[in-house]
């Protein structure tokens, strides 16, 4: 019997056996440990993730955000934050935009304002809707006393609830000053913004739930929207500017035959969210205060002038 047949039944898992370097006698066959051969991986490189620039909605999320039906879903979970407020803490700024009513452009009939608020991606974020009676709009027009609540966009969950009195525009009355007041679902109440009784330029306080002043929105001399953007600043009780109200030119034949108007709202990322949701508040009164009354399209620009005349001329007495 050869020896290495009788080596060869005892080598163990991962050795081998060789044959002698030389021949001769006493010379018997070795055992070698052999490395075992890697695993082969089936699977190639990973490629880089590629990141989400929008959310799944009603559109196709072809383009960046670029889809009207798109939608931002709400984080839920932040602490010390009104529910269906969630987002606002991961912005610092808002789109609104003003739905064209195309019965109330060719009929001259006052209807029922809604509003879009996006993201700077252009997804919807909220849905704001007026609930005012036919009368009420059409006999009160822009000074008409309103409720609005504003949506969730994607599961219509109502987040705020925002209520304006029967409001006055006469320049010489400061005994009856715009305000609106805005409001959880369940009534409580968030803050508020109130005119200030001014002369040449329009100002406004904005409050917390407590009625303390801690912001104020300070509006151009020249509030008419032509072939530009008006600006209404957002200061600090310090007096720095930290945010603004834009009213955007929407174009010669939108701005002169609809009501529909655009607004940019920008603010500091780490401002509070209940004050966030005032200044989107605030950009309703300002649309309904300077805005809402172009029925005849340019004579709005003539109402605006007469208007700084006559509190120009009220300066000077």
Not at 95 to 113: P, S
Request: hydrophobic share 35%; proline share 7%.
């Amino acid at each position: 019997m050869n020896p290495a047949d009788s080596v060869a039944g005892k080598i163990p898992l991962g050795f081998l056996l060789v044959p002698p370097k030389e021949t001769g006698a006493g010379q018997s066959p070795q055992v070698v440990e052999v490395p075992m051969p890697q695993p082969f991986l089936r699977y190639g490189p990973v490629p880089p993730q590629i990141p989400i620039i929008t959310q799944p909605g009603m559109g196709s999320g072809a383009s960046m955000g670029g889809i009207e039906g798109d939608w931002k879903s709400i984080p839920t979970g932040i602490p010390n934050c009104p529910r269906g407020l969630e987002y606002l803490t991961a912005v610092d700024q808002l789109l609104v935009k003003q739905k064209v009513e195309l019965i109330e452009a060719f009929t001259g009939l006052e209807g029922n304002n809604r509003y879009s608020v996006k993201n700077a991606l252009g997804q919807k974020v909220f849905l704001a809707v007026e609930n005012t009676s036919c009368c009420t709009r059409n006999c009160c027009g822009s000074d008409r006393p309103f409720s609005m609540k504003v949506y969730e966009a994607h599961s219509k969950e109502e987040v705020l609830q925002l209520r304006r009195p029967t409001a006055c525009s006469c320049c010489l009355c400061c005994c009856c000053l715009d305000r609106i007041e805005i409001s959880d679902p369940q009534g409580n109440v968030i803050g508020s913004i109130k005119e200030e009784c001014t002369i040449c330029k329009p100002s406004f306080r904005i409050l917390d739930q407590n009625g303390d002043l801690v912001l104020r929105i300070e509006g151009p001399f020249w509030t008419c929207s032509v072939c530009g953007n008006i600006e209404f600043q957002v200061v600090s009780l310090n007096g720095e500017n930290i945010g603004k109200i834009s009213k955007q030119w929407s174009g010669l034949a939108r701005e002169v035959y609809t009501k529909a108007d655009n607004f940019g709202i920008s603010f500091p990322l780490d401002l509070d969210v209940r004050l966030k949701a005032i200044l989107l508040g605030a950009t309703f009164l300002i649309d309904f205060m300077f805005y809402e009354n172009s029925t005849d399209g340019w004579l709005s620009c003539a109402q605006c002038c007469l208007r700084s005349l006559c509190k120009c001329v009220c300066d000077a007495i």
